[in-house]
Structure formats: C-alpha cells, structure tokens
C-alpha cells in the first residue's frame, strides 16, 4: 500500500508560484509512476502531470506546459509540482496519485493511490 499526503498549496497572486509536494509512504512508491490531477469548483478532475518511476520522462496538460515541472525523489519518497506563472484558471485543489508499473512508463489511468488534496487559489 501507498499512502500519500500532498502540501504546499496556498494563495498566491497571477504570475507567482507555488511548489507543490506529495509525500508517499510505502516500500512500493519507487515502483509506481506519479500522477497530479486537480479539481476547480464547479468542474470535473482533470489531469495535470505525470512522471515515470524513475523520473526520466514527463508528460505534461497542454495548458500548463512551459510553466509547471513534475519532479520526484524516490530516495525521499517525494515528488514535486512546482508551478510558476500562475494564472487564476489555476485554482483548484490539486492530487497526487500513483501507479503501480511493472516496467519504468508513464501512467496509464490505473492510479491505485490518491492523496487528499491540497488546496490553490490564485487571484487576478
């Protein structure tokens, strides 16, 4: 089992950053690829980033492409989202989430972990 606890959310003005952390718990958290989705009021999740299990590849939404950066540190059991650039339209509560991979790919869909959220506001 993994267990994760996502922190760094707060309120920032448009253009400013954040930096945004998921802590796992769990021997399996080096096996699974990382996931950050997000939830704004009113509208569905929606995916935001995802990394492999070793951090070698990134896939990124096309509307935070250039401004946010997925990382991760498996010796910590760590993984980042640090987000610059900010714009209103990204408010929202942002997840962390993971999946099990047998080999080093990016996620699929099949997140087995979700964290609980944390909450970012950025006002115009």
């Known amino acids: 089992q993994v267990q994760l606890v996502e922190s760094g959310g707060g309120l920032v003005q448009a253009g400013g950053s954040l930096r945004l952390s998921c802590q796992a718990s769990?021997?399996?958290?080096?096996?699974?690829?990382v996931g950050w989705f997000r939830q704004a009021p009113g509208k569905e999740r929606e995916f935001v980033a995802a990394i492999n299990r070793n951090g070698t590849k990134t896939y990124y939404l096309d509307r935070v492409k250039g401004r946010f950066t997925l990382s991760r540190d498996n010796a910590k059991n760590m993984a980042y989202l640090q987000m610059d650039s900010l714009k209103p339209e990204d408010t929202a509560v942002y997840y962390c989430?993971?999946?099990?991979?047998?080999?080093?790919?990016?996620?699929?869909?099949?997140?087995?972990?979700w964290g609980r959220g944390t909450q970012v506001t950025v006002s115009s």
């Open positions: 989430a993971a999946e099990p991979k047998p080999k080093n790919e990016l996620p699929r869909g099949g997140y087995a972990y």
């Open positions: 769990g021997r399996t958290f080096s096996s699974c690829a």
